[in-house]
């Protein structure tokens, strides 16, 4: 598949546990916020996204949560699965107009069986 | 329905040589967006594409540009390749373009330069 990056962080869950992947931004502007997960030779695709005018967020097993005055989100993952094995990008948008994010440097899943 | 289909999947090129990568939306999306994605430099921004216009650019040399056809269809380009160059290179579409609208990736082309 392709490389996604060599020498990203990786978060190792036991099968079955709950996942915590926390991202920092960058923009103390942005008020728009995505998660992506990118498997092994796909293009990113969107989990859940969250406004800043927002806490929290729940959709089917994953939550986000926003921290705006550290700048910091988390994604959580209930019950993590082998299908869960990924990389998980935040993005950042402070334009409210338009597709430009800014992308995080990325977390790597590994789930264990 | 088909999703994001781009091509090539794979390029090799030679250091001052061009590139042309081309993406083809689903049916329907308006926006098209591309990425650079290095492991480096992660994903970045390039430029945004809605009804054929440029609305957002990212911090890219000139050397990167881009067109929209009346089908939604988009090309980017690559001037004068450098060895920096060589990345997977993704786009994504939407159907409207704006921000919370779900944007649907392709599997990316991947260019090397040598």
């Known amino acids: 598949g392709e490389s996604v990056g060599l020498h990203l962080p990786t978060l190792s869950v036991q099968e079955g546990d709950n996942s915590i992947i926390n991202c920092a931004y960058s923009?103390?502007?942005?008020?728009?916020f995505i998660w992506y997960k990118q498997e092994s030779g796909k293009g990113p695709q969107f989990i859940i996204d969250?406004?800043?005018?927002?806490d929290k967020r729940q959709g089917q097993r994953v939550t986000v949560l926003l921290n705006k005055t550290v700048k910091h989100l988390s994604l959580q993952i209930a019950a993590t699965q082998p299908g869960d094995s990924a990389v998980y990008f935040c993005?950042?948008?402070?334009?409210?107009?338009?597709?430009?994010?800014?992308f995080g440097p990325g977390t790597r899943l590994s789930v264990l069986p | 329905k088909a999703g994001v289909t781009q091509t090539p999947r794979y390029l090799i090129k030679t250091r001052g040589q061009q590139v042309t990568l081309s993406c083809s939306p689903i049916?329907?999306?308006?926006?098209v967006s591309w990425y650079q994605q290095t492991p480096g430099q992660g994903l970045q921004f390039l430029f945004e594409?809605?009804?054929?216009?440029?609305?957002n650019k990212g911090n890219f040399p000139g050397r990167f540009s881009g067109r929209q056809f009346s089908n939604s269809r988009s090309e980017m380009n690559v001037s004068t390749l450098e060895l920096g160059d060589s990345a997977l290179y993704l786009c994504a579409s939407s159907l409207a373009g704006s921000r919370n609208t779900e944007a649907f990736f392709g599997q990316g082309t991947r260019l090397t330069v040598v």
């Open positions: 594409y809605f009804s054929e216009t440029q609305r």
């Open positions: 993005a950042e948008n402070w334009d409210n107009y338009g597709q430009n994010f800014v």
């Open positions: 923009n103390s502007a942005s008020d728009y």
């Open positions: 049916s329907g999306h308006r926006s």
């Open positions: 969250i406004r800043s005018n927002m």
